[in-house]
């Protein structure tokens, strides 16, 4: 079960960053998620990137909501804040603590389902809100907890082990965040380490809504050589007295490869997805060119990674809300009943 602890000893020679914590400090309970799936390779990432930026697990607020992906804060910052609300109901759990508490940094946790399907209205508000937080799309196409069907990000012509295949165009949840205006959407492969752990450091430390779409296969259900989002299960060795699901163990895929060059993945089954990291040249901080960017990968049959679109400048909420400095939960009586006197200033302002 999730809630098994690691074991508390380790090396005493472990590397220390800034504050003394070792990786171990950040790592959680013990995966439950499938043998090779991707989404262990986010929490890997996650757990890299805070321990090299040297981050307190205190200062952090990890939500999620349900789903494989939702299991995820489990695995890694223990000893942070977190909260596991409802399914498609993150985004309103993240925004009631950001108000509470904007000292925290707050990452979000989601699936395609979780996002693209039940929870696509609180997503598109949350990112028109422009909260600050990190929201990360561990995105496999499929629902992975109800035996994998189809979700709203398959793509056109994708289908499930049983056969069923998508009739519809898929919801690119990254082109979706830009046109609502987040200030920061990236995109990146679950394997490819080397652009995943400096993606989130940045959306760590970006202000406003930043957005990290990850491509993480589903080695259990998305598993056809006719899916961009997952693995082909064998079943050799399994005897199926009744229906029983096997997930055999698969080592990790991985990729590197350099800015503006294309790269093809094989992936188990033998079936191929096509990447492309944005070159060197490239200008994130042009909206247009962005979704240009991605229409023009999208219709090659390409996948566009990186950081695709970024705004500096752009206010958050609380800036937007006008609100105090002050953290709301550590408001007192006085703050919050100052007085008939400034009672009359403020109602003498919409005069």
Not at 272 to 292: N, W
Not at 305 to 326: A, C, P, R
Request: glycine fraction near 8%; aromatic fraction near 8%; hydrophobic fraction near 35%.
């Amino acid at each position: 079960m999730s809630y098994i602890s690691k074991p508390r000893f380790h090396h005493p020679q472990l590397e220390k960053n800034a504050l003394g914590y070792v990786r171990r400090d950040y790592e959680g309970t013990l995966t439950t998620l499938c043998g090779g799936c991707g989404h262990d390779s986010i929490s890997a990432a996650i757990i890299h990137a805070v321990h090299a930026m040297s981050l307190a697990p205190h200062r952090i607020a990890k939500v999620s909501g349900i789903g494989c992906s939702s299991k995820i804060p489990s695995y890694f910052l223990s000893k942070s804040h977190g909260f596991n609300s409802v399914h498609g109901r993150m985004p309103s759990v993240a925004t009631g603590a950001n108000l509470a508490n904007r000292e925290l940094l707050y990452l979000g946790i989601s699936g395609d389902g979780d996002t693209a399907s039940i929870g696509l209205g609180q997503f598109c508000h949350i990112v028109r809100r422009r909260i600050n937080m990190l929201y990360i799309v561990a995105n496999n196409g499929a629902y992975g907890l109800t035996k994998g069907q189809l979700s709203a990000t398959a793509d056109l012509g994708s289908r499930t082990k049983f056969g069923e295949e998508s009739q519809f165009d898929n919801i690119d949840l990254v082109s979706l965040a830009i046109d609502l205006g987040a200030s920061f959407v990236a995109r990146s492969f679950s394997g490819d380490k080397d652009q995943l752990v400096p993606l989130i450091q940045a959306g760590l430390s970006h202000r406003g809504f930043a957005m990290i779409d990850v491509v993480s296969p589903c080695v259990t259900f998305n598993n056809t050589p006719h899916s961009t989002h997952g693995y082909k299960n064998a079943w050799e060795n399994s005897v199926m007295l009744s229906e029983i699901d096997f997930v055999p163990m698969r080592e990790e895929i991985t990729a590197s490869y350099d800015a503006g060059k294309d790269h093809e993945i094989t992936l188990h089954d033998g079936s191929v997805i096509h990447l492309h990291k944005t070159s060197e040249g490239y200008d994130p901080s042009k909206r247009e060119s962005a979704l240009r960017h991605l229409n023009a990968c999208k219709s090659e049959g390409r996948i566009a990674t990186g950081l695709l679109y970024i705004n500096q400048l752009q206010s958050d909420f609380h800036e937007l809300s006008d609100s105090v400095d002050k953290p709301f939960n550590s408001l007192n009586e006085h703050d919050l009943c100052p007085g008939a006197e400034v009672l009359e200033d403020i109602n003498e302002t919409f005069m």
